[in-house]
């Protein structure tokens, strides 16, 4: 999906980019979610299901602009 918001040029290098941005996220969060079970083994169940909800709601105020018209996909866009 993110490859056909760029140009042909750059194609290539965005799966590369979010492949090497999703390895160095779980590395990280490994680490950082053991110190968090280290304070409380509940910690880290609790903290995921609030980052959850806080990316939800953005995403559900999308899906709503998307489905009253004031925001297109890409595909919409003609992009797709």
Same mark, same amino acid.
């Given at each position: 999906m =993110? @490859?056909? @918001?760029?140009d042909?040029?750059t194609? %290539? $290098?965005?799966? $590369?980019?979010?492949?090497?941005?999703?390895? &160095?996220? /779980?590395i990280?969060s *490994? %680490?950082? #979610? %053991?110190? /968090?079970f #280290?304070?409380?083994? *509940?910690?880290?169940?609790?903290l995921?299901?609030v980052l *959850?909800?806080l =990316? /939800?709601?953005? =995403? &559900?105020? &999308? &899906?709503?602009?998307?489905?009253?018209?004031?925001l297109? @996909?890409?595909s919409?866009? %003609?992009?797709?």
């Amino acid at each position: 999906m =993110a @490859t056909v @918001t760029v140009d042909d040029h750059t194609r %290539g $290098g965005v799966p $590369g980019f979010f492949q090497s941005a999703n390895s &160095l996220a /779980i590395i990280l969060s *490994t %680490g950082v #979610a %053991g110190v /968090i079970f #280290a304070v409380s083994p *509940t910690m880290p169940f609790w903290l995921g299901s609030v980052l *959850t909800a806080l =990316a /939800i709601a953005p =995403a &559900l105020v &999308l &899906l709503g602009q998307v489905k009253r018209g004031e925001l297109k @996909t890409a595909s919409q866009a %003609g992009r797709g």
